[in-house]
T-cell receptor, first 115, second 110 residues
């Protein structure tokens, strides 16, 4: 069974640009969540989706948005990039509903560098 | 707000030298406490879930325990391949987000 797939693996952008990251969950998994990981802050929760609906959102500005499609694939978008957005963006999936105490399956992440 | 604090930030052990990693947490109603392992350039990989105080789980050289305020990850006779960053996370009750600690970076020297 294929794991969680994130594309692209690496991305370099300049300030002010926007970026879209993609995540394909494990087949059959319906919940997808996104995290930002930086050396100083660790993993910070961005948002979580289930059945194409955002079920939870972290404390990030409105420049960060996401969506989930009917096949459970998810995308996140960051507009008007800032230098501080440089980070590893991780996607995770789980089989059931959010907040059900299930473990998360993570992808390898997208490393975003903003110059 | 839920908080997770991991200590130490970094730990260097000789091969075979047992030790423990700590995860202290404050959460409004614990649904589950998770331990993950993360290797450089990869996403976290699940190790254990603990649901209630007193619970223990083991896997090879790792053993996780849980009290009402903290969890320990005990590493017995570690090997160099155990070198990684170990992350602790808590999921509260209700419809609240999972909160991760900043991790303990473990290095095991041959």
């Amino acid at each position: 069974k294929a794991g969680v797939t994130q594309t692209p693996r690496y991305l370099i952008k300049t300030r002010g640009q926007q970026v879209t990251l993609s995540c394909s969950p494990i087949s059959g998994h319906r919940s997808v969540s996104w995290y930002q990981q930086t050396p100083g802050q660790g993993l910070q929760f961005l948002f979580e989706y289930f059945s194409e609906t955002q079920r939870n959102k972290g404390n990030f500005p409105g420049r960060f948005s996401g969506r989930q499609f009917s096949n459970s694939r998810s995308e996140m978008n960051v507009s008007t990039l800032e230098l501080g957005d440089s980070a590893l963006y991780l996607c995770a999936s789980s089989p059931g509903t959010p907040n059900s105490g299930e473990k998360l399956f993570f992808g390898s992440g997208t490393q975003l560098s903003v110059l | 707000e839920d908080q997770v604090t991991q200590s130490p930030e970094a730990l260097r052990l000789q091969e075979g030298e047992s030790s423990s990693l700590n995860c202290s947490y404050t959460v409004s109603g614990l649904r589950g406490l998770f331990w993950y392992r993360q290797d450089p350039g990869k996403g976290p990989e699940f190790l254990f879930t603990l649901y209630s105080a007193g619970e223990e789980k083991e896997k090879e050289r790792l053993k996780a325990t849980l009290t009402k305020k903290e969890s320990f990850l005990h590493i017995t006779a570690p090997k160099p391949e155990d070198s990684a960053t170990y992350l602790c996370a808590v999921e509260p009750g209700g419809y609240q987000k999972v909160t991760f600690g900043t991790g303990t970076k473990l290095q095991v020297i041959p």
